[in-house]
């Protein structure tokens, strides 16, 4: 009952709010959970060498998907707004599909450029 009306309440401020804090909270949950995979590795593996290859393709990931998910993120939230109810599952889908294209692209792009850089351990 109290977890259904708090989930309510929350709801009803991000209905209020142009929908940024969707996008505060996704940054701060990818922040907090590349610091806990980084704890993690650096408790649990002792491998300098792969706890090093982890932090390139962080920075690499990191500097790959920067622009395009993050100004992709913002610009629909403001986007979104000007369209009728009807078309928004229409842009949802195709900002979807965008995503995931740029994302594989990325992806290509950082298993190269990570498996070219040399590691220094």
């Known amino acids: 009952m109290i977890v259904q009306q708090t989930f309510y309440r ?3 401020i991000f209905k209020q709010s142009e929908g940024l804090e969707y996008l505060q909270i ?3 949950l990818k922040t907090a959970g590349v610091a806990i995979i ?3 590795f650096a408790k649990y593996i002792q491998s ?3 706890i090093n290859q982890w932090e390139t393709y962080l920075l690499l990931g990191s500097s790959f998907t920067f622009f395009f998910v993050s100004g992709m993120g913002y610009t629909l939230v403001s986007f979104v707004k000007q369209h009728d109810d009807f078309l928004r599952p229409i842009i949802f889908r195709s900002a979807f599909q965008i995503l ?3 994302g594989i692209l990325s992806a290509v792009g950082i298993c190269l ?3 070219y850089i040399p590691s220094y351990a």
Do not use: A, D
């Open 100 to 102: 995931v294209v740029l």
């Open 38 to 40: 980084s704890i993690i």
């Open 26 to 28: 996704y940054n701060l």
């Open 113 to 115: 450029t990570g498996h």
């Open 10 to 12: 929350i709801k009803e």
């Open 48 to 50: 300098s060498i792969l």
